[in-house]
């Protein structure tokens, strides 16, 4: 099993910039793909990228695709979001999360299927 904890969240304007990190712990040995979520109150959650730990490939979400990339530093465990061109309905709590099931661009679209999920950064679009 391996442990998730995002990190970089915050306040940012309209048209601003963030990088989240996910930083993976424990077993990494194993092949886990990495997704990032947000959620925002009386919504679902929504997928919005992910990245393929066997080849690099990534999806993403047609509301973030242009604006954000999501990026692997196996050396360091990391998965990066970097965020670009922020609107205020970026606004919400981003949750990285990990699978070992073959990733596809649909899997973005069934939270139950990801097995291990971080604590969650608030991220806020504002003046």
């Known amino acids: 099993q391996v442990q998730l904890v995002e990190s970089g969240g915050g306040l940012v304007q309209p048209r601003g910039a963030l990088r989240l990190s996910c930083q993976v712990t424990?077993?990494?040995?194993?092949?886990?793909?990495i997704g990032w979520f947000r959620q925002v109150p009386d919504k679902a959650r929504e997928g919005i990228a992910s990245i393929s730990s066997a080849d690099g490939s990534t999806y993403y979400a047609d509301s973030v695709k242009g604006r954000f990339t999501v990026s692997r530093d196996s050396a360091k465990n990391r998965v990066d979001l970097q965020m670009n061109a922020l609107k205020p309905e970026d606004t919400g709590i981003y949750y990285c999360?990990?699978?070992?099931?073959?990733?596809?661009?649909?899997?973005?679209?069934?939270?139950?299927?990801?097995?291990?999920w971080g604590q969650g950064t608030q991220v806020t679009v504002s003046t």
């Open positions: 999360a990990a699978t070992n099931i073959y990733l596809t661009p649909q899997l973005l679209g069934v939270a139950s299927l990801w097995d291990v």
């Open positions: 424990g077993n990494t040995r194993n092949y886990w793909n």
